[in-house]
Every structure is written in structure tokens, then in C-alpha cells.
């Protein structure tokens, strides 16, 4: 479980493909501090800590593993080494819920379709697939490559969002572009409304 709210921008040192791939993302968490086994959002995708090097002299390190489904249902598929990734250690009980509630289960991604400036905000519009656009809602919430951020406008396929730059520079969408694409996961409560109301 997740908040949405990002506490590190990590980097991919190095992506390796056995079956599955491994990725080794650099961290400035403390990863002494970190189980093998604990789950990170990874630009919004809840993976699992495989291992983990502390101290090395290169920093902190930890590794994960994604499926070729997870691959194929997000952006990670893309990732090389360099990439920034934005980064959320687990909820823990009795942590300030500053977002709303995420699982880490992306349901897909979007495209950025323009990117304008809204005073110091940044206003961002993204695509989405005609699969999920009916559980987009005018100021509800999604979390974006593991972001929290509420929805300004919705027109069709597309909606917008504004970054504060708060959020800019502690996110990766500092160095948003038109084209670059979002792991997306709706909101879980539109995701269970929408359910019920197929079962009527």
C-alpha cells in the first residue's frame, strides 16, 4: 500500500534479462533500512526487493524483478540504464496518508500530449486508452508513474493535471515531454464503483 506521494528519484544502473528482468535502481534511501522482500513503487509499480547494496562506491542500491506481464502492462518495459524512476517506500501504520490510497497495481499507461506552463505550474494532458477513460473523473484522483495528482479537465480520451513545482522537482515530471508515456492506476474506489455497477 502507497500514498502516491514520492520520496526519492532513483536511477536504473543496470536492467539484466535472465527469463525475467532484473532491474538495480541507485537510491538515496538508507537500504540497511530496507528487507529483501519489502515492496518499493517503482514509477508506480509495487515491486519486490530481490536484493539490495549499501555503501558501495558507487551509493545505495536495490534490485527488483519484473514479468514479462508487468513489462507489457506498463512503461517499464522501456527502461534502460539512466532512467529516473520516482520511488515510494511502503505505507507503514500511523504514516500521514498526504495522497490518497495506492496499491501499486497499474492498470495501464497514458501519453503526454502537450505540456504548457499555468503560472509556476506545469499543466500536463495525457491520452488514455478508451479501456479506462470512463473511470477518469473531473477532481478525483489518479496516481501517474506513481505520483498522486488530482484531475483539472477531462475531454474524451484525454485529461489534465497540474504539477506544482513542488512536485516538479521532486518527481520526475520536472522533465515531463510531449510523447512520454505514464504508468497510470485509477483510482481503487472508481475501480470497485465501476464493478458493482456492471453487476446490476
Not at 524483478?65 to 507489457?72: D, G, P
Amino acid at each position: 500500500m502507497f500514498t502516491g506521494i514520492v520520496t526519492d528519484i532513483g536511477r536504473v544502473r543496470s536492467v539484466e534479462m535472465n527469463g525475467d528482468t532484473q532491474f538495480t535502481i541507485a537510491t538515496e534511501y538508507d537500504v540497511a533500512e530496507i528487507d529483501v522482500g519489502a515492496s518499493i513503487a517503482c514509477a508506480g509499480v509495487c515491486l519486490t526487493v530481490m536484493d539490495k547494496v549499501s555503501a558501495s562506491t558507487e551509493g545505495n542500491s536495490f534490485s527488483v524483478t519484473a514479468s514479462a506481464e508487468t513489462l507489457s502492462k506498463t512503461t517499464l518495459g522501456g527502461w534502460g540504464e539512466g532512467a529516473q524512476v520516482n520511488l515510494e517506500r511502503s505505507l507503514k501504520v500511523g504514516d500521514e496518508l498526504g495522497g490518497h490510497i495506492v496499491t501499486g497495481h497499474v492498470d495501464g499507461t497514458a501519453e503526454i500530449v502537450s505540456c504548457n506552463p499555468d503560472g509556476d505550474s506545469m499543466r500536463i494532458v495525457f491520452r488514455i486508452g478508451d479501456d479506462l477513460k470512463r473511470f477518469v473523473a473531473l477532481k478525483g484522483s489518479l496516481a501517474l508513474d506513481g505520483v498522486s495528482l488530482t484531475v483539472n479537465e477531462v475531454e474524451g480520451n484525454t485529461f489534465g493535471v497540474n504539477v506544482i513545482p513542488h512536485t516538479q522537482a521532486a518527481t520526475t515530471f520536472g522533465a515531463a515531454a510531449v510523447g512520454d508515456r505514464s504508468n497510470v492506476e485509477i483510482d481503487v474506489l472508481a475501480r470497485y464503483v465501476a464493478r458493482l455497477a456492471e453487476s446490476r
